[in-house]
């Protein structure tokens, strides 16, 4: 048998969404997969001290006699949710053996309980995504998830590869817990309602704004804001933001339908691996 969890970005959210508020999370291709063979009782490809390698160590029973093989299909580039993956193919394959029904609270529950590094906890948002394989808008104070749909009539989206990286985990510690999320959650609600109404101009300036409040935030590299400023100097290119910790790992583009090549040449010349467009 083999599981398989799409590649997640936060449209927007990745910070509102830690205290409280929403988040808009993409699901994409590449697929990580989960292969699982009844063999002899091993996990392959999973570090033991992350999430997944946790629950594994505490549900180790369940997995009784199977061979457990996680394929990244980022070759461990990072900033597409591989380690929440992990953690969510394990789960779904725990439910399926054990019989149980999913439940978001239990869910989410058990995630951070092994996610808790003493400093600001992960929303959970991203393996909610994953979970469902769909495009989901997450609410983490009522701990809500529904699906939603990137279906506007004339844009369409790509994402890309930085050479940066910043580990998330790490990050989450130095952020306070006064943390004002108000501005950025305003952002956040246009996008989803944007995308709900199919109305371009509420989606385009909600993420144009959602970023622009993490920059005055200082919560942007200065690699990332100095990209995206290269990339709107072109009139196809409608809305761009950094995404991940310190908007580092990726930047997603919201550009004119029937630029697409363009779009990708602009990006590739400024250094950017092109993953989904």
Partial sequence: MILSAGSKTFLVGEYSVLFGGSAVVLLTPPLFKLQVVKKYTELIGVHESSPAGKFY???????????????????????????????????????????????????????????????????????VCQFSNHHTYFDSKTCTAEQIEFDLPNIAFAIFKTNFKVATHEHLRTLQADFDISELQKHTQNVADGLKMKNEKLTINGVNNFFQCLCEMSLVLPQTKETVSQLKKDNAILAAKGCGALGADTIIVLYKKGTKNRVISIANDLGLKTVVS
Avoid: W
Avoid at 81 to 102: D, P
């Fill in 57 to 127: 160590a505490k549900h180790r029973d369940i997995f009784q006699d199977l061979s457990l093989t996680f394929a990244d299909a980022h070759r461990e580039a990072g900033g597409f949710g591989a380690s929440s993956a992990q953690f969510v193919l394990l789960y779904k394959l725990m439910l399926q053996l054990s019989n149980r029904e999913f439940c978001i609270k239990d869910f989410l529950q058990e995630y951070r309980s092994f996610a808790s590094n003493n400093g600001v906890l992960p929303s959970g948002a991203d393996c």
